[in-house]
Each structure stands twice: as structure tokens, then as C-alpha cells.
């Protein structure tokens, strides 16, 4: 399997077709994702957590092509949208399968998902529940609710990820009584059944100990509730971007995390719940790459390698400080590496995709270049910013390539502006 960046030299294709014919036929900057691989992530993720649920986190990477990999690999869906959720629907995933998240959820959206009859919907304040009561009152099979706990663990992630901990906007917090209080309001609305208790305490986290604290202080809370039939652990399993970058391993996770659970279970005499994770980065991340062509080399204090994309279709550097590497396709040519940093065009100074990155000393415009692990988060936090159209996404498979997503366009982006 590609594994990618973690060999040191980087292929010149990727499922079975080169990077060249990909930027010819699609042109640059353009996502290329490997369906083999995502399918293959899929499975080890349900292989490694066997008999558990494996709901894949879609805010990761959606289109319609990823719904249908996911429903044939038997994985669950995470939504946290209208538009999410549509998504689902238009491809006709079973909604048996589907599990609804959202911190604000509006009218139309728990409307759509009470309609589709989604299997889970996991709530997140206290007023939710009366507004879902008042939405499933009349119904014959009472909707099965989530309660998203926040159970005081800090995962040692970028702050914008680390969400088990108190100080930030997601779930109801044990410590002061508002997940009790939540989980009473469900208790008392006959059109609601309490499956279980949710959690997901971060994202890019390493190690499982984190898993391990918030899964036992969850048991502990469901212990006083007399035992629940659901444990949804979330997802944030890490991914290596670059060389030496550290990723989750799900044998790791599948071994240790589970088990803490039954010991908790144990000691507290209630039975073990079914457990659930949402993983969304490890299933799609390592599947994609970036291709970009070079616009302009600019030698002065640093060599910058100007590409034809940039924040638009990468924020997370801007936003995480997330590092990647960047390798030139072809052109062997033996030249000494130096140094460059590679950055977007847009018109901001923080608009970089790597920093200080190897490249032969002969880069030129023109060049091809591609960014591994960019599979998640990249297409689905893309921009407009500029008003830079957004890049297509291709599908990679036994030599084939074909678009998912097709280019946007200036006329697109020209669309919207309806004065
Ligand atoms: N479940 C819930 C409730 C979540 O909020 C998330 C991610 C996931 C699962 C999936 O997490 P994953 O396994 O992909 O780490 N945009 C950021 C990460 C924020 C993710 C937010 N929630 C990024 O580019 O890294």
C-alpha cells in the first residue's frame, strides 16, 4: 500500500497513473485521491475494530464517489451538515447507518435527518432536546439520541483540535453537571431513547492514553446512569504528513482502548456497551495528493517556489501550523537540494504550503509538484479566497483516472454575485 510520504523517494505515480498524465488531462492544481487505498483503509479499520462500529467522519473528505466506497466497505457515516447530509441521501445511503452531528444544528437540518430517519443524532446542548422532542412527538419508533460528553482530557494537540477539554464550545461537561443534566431532559421525552453517551476529545492525537482517560470516565458516568447500550468514542486518530511524523495505529487503538473500557465496565458492574469510532483523517488523508505546477522561483533572504494554488486549497498550514513536504515530479537532473519554501499565490504573507523543504537547485516555472497526504481536509475546507476557483478531485485506480469533482470555474464563482 502507499505509504508515502515515508519513503524517501517519492513515486512518480499514483494507482497506477502518472502524476504527469494526471496534470495534462485534468490540469493543475487538481486533488488526486486512490480509491484502492481508501477502500483498503476502510477495511483495515474494520478488520483491526471487529465487532466494533466504524462510522467514517465525511467532514474529512466528501462527493458523491466517497458515500458509495463507504457504504460498500459496510462503514457507518458521520454528517455534520445539511449539505453533508444531502449528500448522503443523494447517493441513497442507508440511513440505518448514518450518525448526525452539528454544535448549532438549524431547523432544516434536524428536520432533513428526522425525515431520512438517520439512526443517531447526537446532541449537543440542552435546548436540543426539546427542540428534537418537539420535532419527534408524533412519532411511533422513538429517535435514538447520543449525549456528546466533554470529559476533561486534553489530548496535547493544536488548540483548534483539541476539543475533550473544558474551555471550548463542544459537548455538555461532566465535571459540571450539564452532560447529567442533558442526559435527564432526554431521559424525560418518551419520543427519544438514550442509546448512549459520545465523545471525541481531538484531532492529529498520537497515542491512545487520551482514548483510554475519556473512555473510562464515560463508563463511569454511564455506571451511574445504570449502564448504557452505546459508547461512541469519536474520532482524531493522527496521521504521519511527513517523514518521522508519528501516526495512531488502529492495532494499537483496537487493543488498548477497547479494553480499558471492559476493565472500567468491570470494576463498575455495569455490561460493556457497543462501542463506536469516527475516524475521518485516518481513512482518507494518506489516499491524496496535491499536484501543483510551479509560477515563479524568487531567490532572495529564502528561495520561494511560488505554485498555482495555495490557502485556497490548503488552509491548515495557515491555521495549524501543519507542516508538509513537497517533492518535484521527474526531471532528474542531479542538481544539488537547497532549501525552498513553497507558497501559494494568493495575497497574503502566511499563504505557505511548506516551509523549508529539499528541492534541486534547478526548479523552474513550469515544474510539477506534488504534496502527499492530502486526502483530508484539503478539498473539504476549500476556498475561495482571491476568488481562486477550486481545484477538481480525481479518482486514481488500476491505471485509470477520472474526475469526482470537476474544476470550478471563474463562471461559477461569477454565479453567486446576483445583484
Ligand atoms: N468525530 C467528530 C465529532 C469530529 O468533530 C471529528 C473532527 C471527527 C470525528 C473526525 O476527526 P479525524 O479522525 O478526522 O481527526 N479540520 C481539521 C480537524 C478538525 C476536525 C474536526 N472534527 C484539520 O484539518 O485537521
Known amino acids: 500500500m502507499n505509504i508515502w510520504p515515508l519513503t524517501a523517494e517519492p513515486p512518480l505515480s499514483v494507482g497506477g497513473v502518472s502524476f504527469t498524465e494526471i496534470a495534462e488531462r485534468f490540469g493543475t492544481p487538481a486533488y488526486v485521491i486512490d480509491e484502492e487505498h481508501v477502500r483498503h483503509r476502510c477495511r483495515e479499520y474494520r478488520k483491526a475494530l471487529h465487532p466494533h462500529r466504524v462510522a467514517y467522519a465525511g467532514k474529512a473528505f466528501l462527493c458523491r464517489a466517497m458515500v458509495r466506497w463507504v457504504e460498500e466497505e459496510g462503514l457507518w457515516l458521520d454528517v ?8 448522503a441521501r443523494a447517493v441513497g445511503f442507508p440511513p440505518e447507518r448514518i450518525l448526525l452531528h452539528g454544535n448549532g444544528k ?8 428526522l425525515d431520512y430517519g438517520v439512526a443517531r443524532i447526537v446532541v449537543d446542548s440542552a435546548g436540543e432536546v426539546a427542540r428534537l422532542a418537539a420535532l419527534t412527538g408524533d412519532r411511533h419508533h422513538p429517535q435514538k439520541v447520543l449525549v456528546r460528553v466533554t470529559p476533561a482530557v486534553d ?7 483539541a476539543t475533550g477539554v473544558e474551555d471550548q464550545k463542544f459537548g455538555l461537561s461532566l465535571a459540571s453537571g450539564a452532560a447529567a443534566d442533558a442526559v435527564r431532559r432526554v ?3 418518551p419520543s427519544l431513547t438514550l442509546a448512549g453517551l459520545h465523545c471525541h476529545i481531538g484531532s492529529q492525537i498520537g497515542v491512545p492514553d487520551g482514548y483510554e482517560t475519556a473512555a473510562r470516565r464515560l463508563v463511569a458516568f454511564m455506571a451511574e446512569l445504570g449502564g448504557l447500550p452505546e459508547l461512541n468514542l469519536g474520532g482524531g486518530h493522527a496521521v504521519a504528513y511527513r517523514p518521522g511524523d508519528r501516526g495512531l495505529d488502529v492495532q494499537t487503538f ?6 480499558a473500557v471492559a476493565e472500567e465496565c468491570a470494576i463498575r458492574g455495569i455490561p460493556e456497551p457497543d462501542l463506536t469510532v469516527e475516524p475521518g483523517r485516518a481513512i482518507v488523508a494518506a489516499a491524496g495528493v496535491t499536484l501543483y505546477r510551479v509560477l515563479a522561483v524568487k531567490h532572495g533572504v529564502r528561495t520561494f517556489v511560488v505554485v498555482d494554488g495555495g490557502m485556497s486549497d490548503n488552509p491548515r498550514p495557515a491555521l495549524y501550523g501543519s507542516r508538509y513536504t513537497v517533492a518535484r515530479v521527474g526531471h532528474p537532473t542531479g542538481a544539488r537540494d537547497v532549501p525552498v519554501t513553497v507558497v501559494g499565490r494568493h495575497c497574503e504573507a502566511g499563504d505557505v504550503i511548506a516551509s ?3 528541492m534541486p537547485g534547478d526548479i523552474r516555472p513550469g515544474d510539477l509538484l506534488v504534496v502527499p497526504c492530502t486526502g483530508a481536509y484539503h478539498h473539504s475546507m476549500a476556498s475561495n479566497y482571491n476568488l481562486v476557483a477550486r481545484p477538481p478531485v480525481i479518482a486514481v485506480l488500476g491505471g485509470r483516472a477520472w474526475p469526482l469533482v470537476r474544476r470550478e470555474t471563474v463562471e461559477d464563482l461569477l454565479r453567486r454575485d446576483v445583484c
Do not use: F, I, K, W
Open 254 to 259: 483496537a487493543e488498548r482502548v477497547p479494553r
Open 155 to 161: 489530548p496535547h494537540v493544536h488548540q483548534a483540535m
Open 356 to 358: 523549508d523543504v529539499p
Open 80 to 87: 455534520c451538515s445539511e449539505g453533508e447530509l444531502a449528500l
Open 187 to 189: 431521559l424525560g421525552q
Open 106 to 113: 438549524t431547523p432544516a437540518y434536524l428536520a432533513a435527518a
